[in-house]
């Protein structure tokens, strides 16, 4: 059974950092097409962060660039979100999303919390 399981959620002050992770099982990860998407209690679900499965190009939401980072470890098999400057507007449960054609899998999800 295919798996994806986020980590790293948590409670920041704004202007914090927090580094998200998703560790993928049971696909074959490097040719997966990979997103980070976030939602806040009574908003739809949003793209946050893309990046593609080889070149590793990436493509950022409006609300986070020059903030927020994806990165993938073909390796490792994991997915990563490093969450800079972080304010209260980003407070959302964050998901993963692995992709490829038409497979498509989504993680639980991790809340992130930015509050003083």
């Known amino acids: 059974q295919v798996q994806l399981v986020e980590s790293g959620g948590g409670l920041v002050q704004p202007g914090g950092s927090l580094r998200l992770s998703c560790a993928a099982s049971?696909?074959?990860?490097?040719?997966?097409?990979m997103s980070w998407y976030r939602q806040a209690p009574g908003k739809e679900r949003e793209l946050v962060a893309t990046?593609?499965?080889?070149?590793?190009?990436?493509n950022y939401a409006d609300s986070v660039k020059g903030r927020f980072t994806i990165s993938r470890d073909n390796y490792k098999d994991t997915l990563y979100l490093q969450m800079n400057n972080l304010q209260p507007e980003d407070t959302a449960v964050y998901y993963c999303?692995?992709?490829?054609?038409?497979?498509?899998?989504w993680g639980q999800g991790t809340q992130v919390t930015v509050s003083s």
């Open positions: 049971r696909i074959t990860f490097t040719m997966y097409l």
């Open positions: 990046i593609t499965s080889r070149s590793g190009t990436t």
């Open positions: 999303r692995g992709s490829l054609g038409h497979l498509d899998y």
